[in-house]
């Protein structure tokens, strides 16, 4: 009885951490996704800026 239930707590706290871990995981990927795209973004302004003004730097 007590194994079992100790088993129980385990499995719980195990599956609680993982789903912690892959909430984490999936913010961690949306905020580099969010800064590749901005990151982007900006190369390909500074590219037109330069398109239209060749000797601004």
Do not use: C, I, Q
């Not at 599956?15 to 909430?23: P, S, W």
């Not at 961690?28 to 795209?37: G, K, T, V």
């Amino acid at each position: 009885m007590l194994v079992t239930a100790l088993n129980l707590l385990l499995t719980a706290a195990a599956l609680l951490g993982f789903l912690a871990l892959r909430r984490r995981w999936k913010a961690a990927d949306r905020a580099l996704s969010e800064a590749e795209a901005t990151h982007a973004h900006l190369d390909r302004a500074h590219y037109r800026r330069r398109l239209r003004h060749p000797h601004a730097d």
